[in-house]
Structures are given as C-alpha cells and as structure tokens.
C-alpha cells in the first residue's frame, strides 16, 4: 500500500508544480515598456507594479485591452450603427429631415469609433496592490496602456458638433452642456457621463429629474443622446448600449 501511494505522489506531482505563462504588454508614461512573461496566477498588480507608472502617468485613465472582448464590441457597435441609421430610414419615410440628418451623423461617428477591446480595471498599483476586489487576474495577450493626462472634457452624441472643452476642477457636468449647443432633436432630459476610468452614470438635467452635481475628471466624456421618442421603439437601450462602447474607448 505504501508502495502504491508513492507512486501515486511521484505521479501528481509534476502536476500540481507544472506552471504556464502568459504574455502581458506594457507601454505608455510607464518607466518599462515591455513584453512581460508573467506567472497564469498574475493578477493585474503583477503588471502595474512591474510597469512602475511615471509621475506623468494618467493612472485614473490607464487602460486594459484584452482580445477576447473584440468580437462583443464589435457587435455592440454593429448594432448601434444599425440602430441608428433605422431611426434615419423612418425619419426619412415621415420627412422628418432634421431627426434623419442626425441620426446619419450619429450613425457615421459611431461606425468610425475603433473597437479597443477596453476591460474596465483600475491599474494604479497603489490601489490593486491592496484591493483583492480590484486585483483581478490577467489573460494571455493583455495590453496595460498609462497615458498622459488630458486637459479636456468632450462632449458627443446629439450635438451641433462635437466639442472639447477645458477641464475645469469641481465643474458641474451639466454645466458643460451650456458651452456646446445640441441638435433640435436631442434629448432635453438626460445625458450619460463616462469618466475616465470607465464608468458610466445617467444623469437628469430637467427641473423634474436633475441629478446631484456632478465633478467630471480631465478626459470625461458626456454623451447627449437623442429624443426618447425616436429611439425607444427602434430599441429602448441605444443609449446605455451606446455609452457602454463609448466606455471602451481609451485615452491616448
């Protein structure tokens, strides 16, 4: 018996040793740019750490990109686009020559947003390394970009055209709204914010459903959508669909 159980052990034990590894890549405002070989076990701490982040680092809007998540994207956008340009082919069909015009454009600026494959992921080593909520695991061919800093806040979506406007600290969101003028056909009651790290939040900016005052971060993002009457029968969640992929794009 205890010759068997030996054997038993010598046999699984190669196993429980045995390890593969995964490629992870670095780059932007970071002190090493590489091509890590990392333990399968890592987790995003591993690459933060070792990417060692520089003082210029942007680190609320470091991004993750991961190819497993280009096919959904993909789609994701495939369908907005497909969603808009219907709201533009019944609009046309009723004249409705601004709401068409519009919806064009839109549909135009989404189908030319690249897919990144962006995971929402807080990267600042400082967090991860303490946060096991955070600290989640990494997949082979997973790319960690740090950038620089942006000045900026845009704004997209229903609007005349899109707009970069400075970042002003503790700002109200709906106070930038007033610097770039929307289209007749956007809708007057709400809009989305994504900030910089991802996120996403609905905002109300009528008398019957304003929200809290808002602070964004440099490179937010608020998308105004379109008049609820001329999405909601084409498809009710276009616009938390349409911010969700805006939440995929990354800062440069």
């Not at 219907?86 to 004249?95: G, H, L, P, T």
């Not at 601004?98 to 995971?119: C, H, N, S, Y």
């Not at 900026?152 to 600290?169: D, H, K, Q, S, Y």
């Not at 790290?197 to 809290?212: K, V, Y």
């Amino acid at each position: 018996m205890r010759v068997f159980m030996g054997l038993a052990i010598a046999l699984l034990a190669p196993l429980s040793i045995a390890q593969t590894t995964i490629r992870v890549q670095t780059e932007g405002h970071v002190a090493h740019a590489a091509t890590l070989s990392l333990p399968d076990t890592a987790r995003y701490a591993d690459a933060a750490l070792a990417a060692s982040p520089g003082s210029d680092a942007y680190v609320l809007g470091a991004s993750l990109r991961r190819d497993s998540l280009i096919e959904s994207q993909t789609r994701m956008r495939a369908g907005a686009v497909y969603d808009l340009e219907e709201i533009a082919r019944r609009a046309a069909k009723r004249e409705d020559d601004r709401t068409m015009d519009a919806a064009m454009k839109m549909a135009a600026w989404v189908r030319a947003l690249p897919v990144t494959g962006r995971q929402v992921a807080a990267l600042d080593p400082r967090v991860v390394e303490v946060s096991p909520k955070a600290n989640l695991p990494l997949h082979d061919g997973d790319i960690l970009h740090y950038p620089a800093r942006p000045s900026t806040v845009r704004i997209v979506g229903a609007v005349a055209r899109a707009c970069g406007l400075p970042f002003e600290p503790m700002r109200d969101a709906r106070d930038y709204l007033a610097d770039c003028p929307s289209k007749g056909v956007a809708d007057n009651d709400t809009y989305y914010v994504i900030q910089a790290d991802g996120s996403i939040s609905r905002q109300g900016r009528a008398l019957w459903n304003r929200s809290a005052p808002l602070a964004l971060a440099p490179g937010a993002v608020i998308y105004v959508p379109l008049k609820v009457s001329l999405t909601h029968d084409v498809d009710p969640d276009l616009d938390r669909e349409l911010a969700e992929f805006l939440a995929t794009q990354v800062i440069e």
